[in-house]
């Protein structure tokens, strides 16, 4: 069996109900064609970087799939013709990385990072050792 990342994109003007049945129809759908689903994320509504279907914004889910090609096929299919998904992706990985994406709910990375200003012990000054070899070329 291949594993697979499986992103879709889902109406912006759903309730919150509603996209969980679109999650759990996807699973339902995954489920029954032999594959398992080893991790779900709803990374939430958020922008898109241009419009799709007239919606410029969308609730993006990932699932974390291991199943075959025609379950993948069977479930690119469905996708399709699903009126509520405008925009789909799925991709064949080497191996499975359980480790929660950075969109996933919950603590951030961003916000559990630390950040180091000048004057700060351990402050690395590469930054600025850049800025002073721009200045030494000459055009």
Known sequence: ?????SIFIVRSDLTTEQVEQVATRVA?????????ILQHELW??????YP??????GFYIFNLVEGGGP?????EARLMIDEDV??????RVKKANLV???????ERASESAEVLLPGDEGY????????????DLEI
Do not use: V
Request: hydrophobic residues 30%; charged residues 30%; aromatic residues 8%.
């Open 1 to 5: 069996m291949a594993f697979y990342e």
């Open 28 to 36: 339902d759908l995954i489920t029954s064609g032999g594959g398992t």
């Open 44 to 49: 939430g509504r958020r922008q898109l970087a």
């Open 52 to 57: 799709l279907k007239k919606d410029t914004k």
């Open 71 to 75: 379950l993948i096929a069977n479930l």
């Open 86 to 91: 405008l925009k789909f992706q799925n991709i």
């Open 100 to 106: 929660p994406s950075p969109l996933a709910p919950g």
């Open 124 to 135: 690395d000054a590469q930054d600025e050792e850049y800025e002073d070899e721009e200045e």
